[in-house]
Protein backbone atom coordinates (compact mmCIF):
# COMPACT_ATOMS: atom_id res chain seq x y z
CA UNK A 1 0.00 0.00 0.00
CA UNK A 2 2.83 2.44 0.97
CA UNK A 3 6.67 2.47 0.87
CA UNK A 4 8.35 5.75 1.96
CA UNK A 5 12.20 5.76 1.57
CA UNK A 6 14.73 7.81 2.77
CA UNK A 7 12.68 10.23 3.30
CA UNK A 8 14.23 13.97 4.59
CA UNK A 9 11.74 17.04 5.49
CA UNK A 10 13.47 20.38 6.31
CA UNK A 11 11.67 23.34 7.77
CA UNK A 12 14.37 25.99 6.92
CA UNK A 13 17.82 24.47 7.44
CA UNK A 14 16.64 23.05 9.87
CA UNK A 15 16.58 19.00 9.28
CA UNK A 16 13.00 17.79 10.97
CA UNK A 17 13.02 14.25 9.30
CA UNK A 18 16.15 12.39 8.04
CA UNK A 19 16.44 9.54 5.96
CA UNK A 20 12.67 7.87 7.79
CA UNK A 21 11.73 5.07 5.67
CA UNK A 22 8.90 2.46 6.53
CA UNK A 23 5.89 0.40 4.95
CA UNK A 24 2.24 0.06 5.17
CA UNK A 25 0.92 -3.35 4.47
CA UNK A 26 -3.09 -3.35 2.64
CA UNK A 27 -5.36 -3.59 5.61
CA UNK A 28 -2.55 -3.47 8.18
CA UNK A 29 -2.25 -0.65 10.97
CA UNK A 30 1.32 1.14 11.81
CA UNK A 31 2.11 3.28 14.10
CA UNK A 32 4.44 6.12 14.53
CA UNK A 33 5.77 6.32 18.11
CA UNK A 34 8.23 9.38 19.28
CA UNK A 35 8.93 12.15 21.68
CA UNK A 36 6.84 15.16 21.02
CA UNK A 37 9.59 16.97 17.90
CA UNK A 38 10.64 13.47 16.81
CA UNK A 39 9.07 14.17 13.67
CA UNK A 40 5.95 12.63 13.28
CA UNK A 41 3.24 14.87 12.22
CA UNK A 42 5.91 16.40 9.81
CA UNK A 43 6.20 12.98 8.16
CA UNK A 44 2.46 12.84 8.32
CA UNK A 45 2.26 16.42 6.67
CA UNK A 46 4.91 15.15 3.69
CA UNK A 47 3.14 12.07 3.01
CA UNK A 48 -0.35 14.43 2.57
CA UNK A 49 0.97 16.78 0.69
CA UNK A 50 0.67 19.63 3.24
CA UNK A 51 4.60 19.94 3.63
CA UNK A 52 7.40 19.16 0.34
CA UNK A 53 9.59 17.04 1.50
CA UNK A 54 12.83 17.64 0.48
CA UNK A 55 14.59 14.26 -0.49
CA UNK A 56 13.46 10.41 -0.54
CA UNK A 57 10.60 8.81 -2.67
CA UNK A 58 7.33 7.71 -1.65
CA UNK A 59 5.46 4.67 -3.66
CA UNK A 60 1.40 4.92 -3.25
CA UNK A 61 -0.76 1.92 -4.03
CA UNK A 62 2.33 1.06 -6.53
CA UNK A 63 2.74 4.36 -7.87
CA UNK A 64 5.76 6.52 -7.33
CA UNK A 65 4.40 9.52 -5.61
CA UNK A 66 6.13 13.07 -7.11
CA UNK A 67 5.73 16.38 -5.30
CA UNK A 68 1.50 16.72 -5.49
CA UNK A 69 -0.16 18.60 -3.45
CA UNK A 70 -2.75 17.30 -0.47
CA UNK A 71 -6.06 17.56 -3.48
CA UNK A 72 -4.12 15.14 -5.47
CA UNK A 73 -3.17 12.91 -2.68
CA UNK A 74 -6.78 13.37 -1.65
CA UNK A 75 -7.62 11.79 -5.39
CA UNK A 76 -5.48 9.07 -5.05
CA UNK A 77 -7.12 8.08 -2.06
CA UNK A 78 -5.02 9.32 1.13
CA UNK A 79 -7.11 11.12 3.82
CA UNK A 80 -5.66 13.05 6.60
CA UNK A 81 -7.16 13.33 10.12
CA UNK A 82 -4.94 16.43 11.40
CA UNK A 83 -3.65 16.74 14.77
CA UNK A 84 -6.24 18.91 16.96
CA UNK A 85 -9.41 17.62 14.51
CA UNK A 86 -9.70 20.96 12.97
CA UNK A 87 -13.30 20.56 12.25
CA UNK A 88 -15.53 23.75 10.44
CA UNK A 89 -16.45 24.98 13.73
CA UNK A 90 -19.53 27.32 12.12
CA UNK A 91 -20.98 24.44 9.92
CA UNK A 92 -23.13 21.66 10.94
CA UNK A 93 -22.17 18.33 11.48
CA UNK A 94 -23.48 17.53 8.16
CA UNK A 95 -21.88 19.96 6.47
CA UNK A 96 -18.92 18.91 7.77
CA UNK A 97 -19.25 15.62 6.23
CA UNK A 98 -19.98 16.88 2.93
CA UNK A 99 -16.81 18.71 3.19
CA UNK A 100 -15.57 15.92 3.23
CA UNK A 101 -16.36 14.19 -0.62
CA UNK A 102 -16.07 17.55 -1.95
CA UNK A 103 -14.95 15.73 -4.70
CA UNK A 104 -17.69 13.34 -5.69
CA UNK A 105 -19.85 14.46 -7.74
CA UNK A 106 -22.62 12.08 -6.98
CA UNK A 107 -25.29 12.98 -4.87
CA UNK A 108 -26.82 9.61 -4.58
CA UNK A 109 -23.15 8.18 -3.36
CA UNK A 110 -22.63 10.66 -0.84
CA UNK A 111 -25.82 9.87 0.50
CA UNK A 112 -24.92 7.03 1.00
CA UNK A 113 -21.51 7.84 2.70
CA UNK A 114 -23.04 9.74 5.12
CA UNK A 115 -25.44 7.20 6.00
CA UNK A 116 -22.80 4.45 6.67
CA UNK A 117 -20.54 7.43 8.77
CA UNK A 118 -23.99 7.46 10.82
CA UNK A 119 -23.63 3.80 11.59
CA UNK A 120 -19.69 4.10 12.18
CA UNK A 121 -20.67 7.35 14.68
CA UNK A 122 -24.25 6.89 15.89
CA UNK A 123 -23.60 10.27 17.84
CA UNK A 124 -23.26 12.00 14.60
CA UNK A 125 -26.53 11.16 13.39
CA UNK A 126 -28.00 12.61 16.55
CA UNK A 127 -26.00 15.68 16.28
CA UNK A 128 -26.46 15.75 12.81
CA UNK A 129 -27.75 19.45 12.32
CA UNK A 130 -25.66 20.80 15.35
CA UNK A 131 -23.09 23.52 15.08
CA UNK A 132 -19.64 21.50 15.25
CA UNK A 133 -17.79 24.24 17.16
CA UNK A 134 -20.26 23.37 19.87
CA UNK A 135 -19.35 19.63 20.33
CA UNK A 136 -17.38 18.08 22.81
CA UNK A 137 -13.57 17.26 21.75
CA UNK A 138 -14.55 13.40 21.79
CA UNK A 139 -17.79 14.15 19.56
CA UNK A 140 -15.64 16.75 17.08
CA UNK A 141 -12.70 13.91 16.80
CA UNK A 142 -15.29 11.39 15.95
CA UNK A 143 -16.41 13.68 13.06
CA UNK A 144 -13.04 14.51 12.05
CA UNK A 145 -12.52 11.14 11.68
CA UNK A 146 -15.94 10.48 9.96
CA UNK A 147 -15.07 13.50 7.21
CA UNK A 148 -12.02 11.37 6.43
CA UNK A 149 -14.23 8.08 5.63
CA UNK A 150 -16.12 10.39 3.52
CA UNK A 151 -13.87 10.16 0.81
CA UNK A 152 -13.57 6.60 0.75
CA UNK A 153 -9.85 6.39 1.35
CA UNK A 154 -7.44 3.87 0.81
CA UNK A 155 -5.28 4.76 3.69
CA UNK A 156 -5.80 6.91 6.76
CA UNK A 157 -3.48 9.47 8.26
CA UNK A 158 -4.64 9.50 12.05
CA UNK A 159 -2.66 12.35 13.93
CA UNK A 160 -2.74 12.24 17.43
CA UNK A 161 -6.47 11.38 17.95
CA UNK A 162 -6.92 10.93 21.85
CA UNK A 163 -4.99 13.82 22.21
CA UNK A 164 -6.38 16.33 24.90
CA UNK A 165 -9.15 14.15 25.63
CA UNK A 166 -10.23 12.39 28.83
CA UNK A 167 -9.11 8.67 29.52
CA UNK A 168 -12.70 7.65 28.99
CA UNK A 169 -13.09 9.29 25.63
CA UNK A 170 -9.29 8.11 24.54
CA UNK A 171 -10.79 4.55 25.09
CA UNK A 172 -13.83 5.50 22.59
CA UNK A 173 -11.30 6.38 20.25
CA UNK A 174 -9.29 3.59 20.63
CA UNK A 175 -12.20 1.14 20.39
CA UNK A 176 -13.50 3.41 17.09
CA UNK A 177 -9.84 2.60 15.61
CA UNK A 178 -9.70 -1.32 16.36
CA UNK A 179 -13.58 -1.39 14.55
CA UNK A 180 -11.54 0.49 11.53
CA UNK A 181 -8.76 -2.00 11.65
CA UNK A 182 -10.96 -4.95 11.34
CA UNK A 183 -12.95 -3.06 9.12
CA UNK A 184 -9.91 -4.03 6.63
CA UNK A 185 -9.12 -0.19 6.73
CA UNK A 186 -5.50 0.39 6.20
CA UNK A 187 -4.25 3.33 8.92
CA UNK A 188 -0.81 5.15 9.54
CA UNK A 189 -1.69 6.27 13.10
CA UNK A 190 0.80 9.30 14.87
CA UNK A 191 0.14 8.81 18.38
CA UNK A 192 1.65 10.57 22.05
CA UNK A 193 -0.10 7.64 23.94
CA UNK A 194 2.06 5.29 23.06
CA UNK A 195 0.49 2.19 24.87
CA UNK A 196 -2.44 2.54 23.36
CA UNK A 197 -1.53 2.75 19.92
CA UNK A 198 0.85 -0.36 20.38
CA UNK A 199 -2.00 -2.41 21.58
CA UNK A 200 -3.99 -1.35 18.78
CA UNK A 201 -1.67 -1.61 16.04
CA UNK A 202 -0.10 -4.42 13.80
CA UNK A 203 3.29 -2.98 13.60
CA UNK A 204 5.13 -0.05 15.10
CA UNK A 205 8.21 2.42 14.68
CA UNK A 206 10.20 4.42 16.79
CA UNK A 207 10.80 8.10 15.50
CA UNK A 208 13.64 9.86 17.36
CA UNK A 209 15.19 12.64 16.16
CA UNK A 210 13.59 12.45 12.58
CA UNK A 211 14.84 8.74 12.17
CA UNK A 212 13.90 5.97 13.16
CA UNK A 213 15.17 3.95 16.16
CA UNK A 214 13.66 0.72 16.43
CA UNK A 215 10.79 -1.49 14.10
CA UNK A 216 8.94 -4.22 14.59
CA UNK A 217 5.82 -6.04 15.36
CA UNK A 218 3.49 -3.66 17.90
CA UNK A 219 3.07 -6.45 20.24
CA UNK A 220 7.16 -7.02 20.81
CA UNK A 221 8.22 -3.20 20.60
CA UNK A 222 5.29 -3.05 23.55
CA UNK A 223 7.12 -6.16 25.83
CA UNK A 224 10.66 -4.00 25.10
CA UNK A 225 12.68 -2.96 28.01
CA UNK A 226 13.99 0.10 26.20
CA UNK A 227 10.37 0.91 24.87
CA UNK A 228 8.65 0.24 27.98
CA UNK A 229 11.17 3.19 29.71
CA UNK A 230 11.29 5.36 27.34
CA UNK A 231 7.50 5.69 26.33
CA UNK A 232 5.49 3.19 28.47
CA UNK A 233 6.55 4.81 31.82
CA UNK A 234 7.56 1.19 32.97
CA UNK A 235 10.91 1.28 35.25
Not at 11 to 30: I, K, N, Q, T
Not at 160 to 181: D, F, M, N, Q
Amino acid sequence: MLQVSNLCVHYDRLAVVRDLSFSVDDGEVVTLIGANGAGKTTTLRALSGLKRRTSGSITFQGQAIGFPRAHTMARLGMAHIPEGRRVFPEMSVLENLEMGAYRQRSSKLVHETVEEVFVWFPRLKERRDQTAGTMSGGEQQMLAIGRAMMSRPNLLLMDEPSLGLAPTVCAEIARIIIALKKSGRTIVLVEQNARMALNIADRAYVIERGEVSMEGPAAELAADPRVKRAYLGVA
